[in-house]
């Protein structure tokens, strides 16, 4: 099951973002994201030296992810955590051996034509 963000919600094209904007972006409260940080290691924002959180665009998909599986889908977040790390192991399923082979093959055998 693919997520995706949410129809008519736009993420803007820019490396960070701050607390507030995420706030506006999510339609979330700025405590429950720092909550979400706490529980959701796919949550990662830099900081400042100052402390100041600054999200990056990955940062606030997973982020209207997590919304969409709680407040819609119901899950709980023990459910959503399994759930967002079975997704994510079936997208970095490794490359099957025989294909690496396939390949060496293939690059042996060009090598043998241009030497």
Same mark, same amino acid.
């Given at each position: 099951?693919?997520? *995706?963000?949410? /129809?008519?919600?736009?993420? /803007? ?11 506006? %972006? ?16 796919? %949550? ?45 192991? *079936?997208?970095?399923? /490794?490359? /099957? ?5 396939? %390949?060496?093959?293939?690059?042996? *055998? ?6």
């Amino acid at each position: 099951m693919e997520i *995706q963000i949410p /129809p008519g919600t736009t993420i /803007p094209d820019k490396l960070y973002f701050k607390i507030g904007e995420v706030t506006a %972006i999510t339609d979330l409260a700025a405590y429950v994201l720092r909550f979400w940080e706490s529980e959701f290691n796919i %949550i990662s924002p830099k900081r400042t030296e100052s402390g100041q959180r600054l999200y990056r665009k990955v940062d606030v998909e997973s982020i209207l992810k997590i919304k969409h599986l709680l407040y819609e889908k119901k899950f709980t977040i023990e459910g959503a955590k399994k759930f967002l790390k079975n997704n994510n192991k *079936q997208k970095s399923d /490794p490359v /099957p051996q025989t294909a690496f082979e396939d %390949i060496k093959s293939e690059l042996k *055998q060009i090598r043998a034509m241009l030497d």
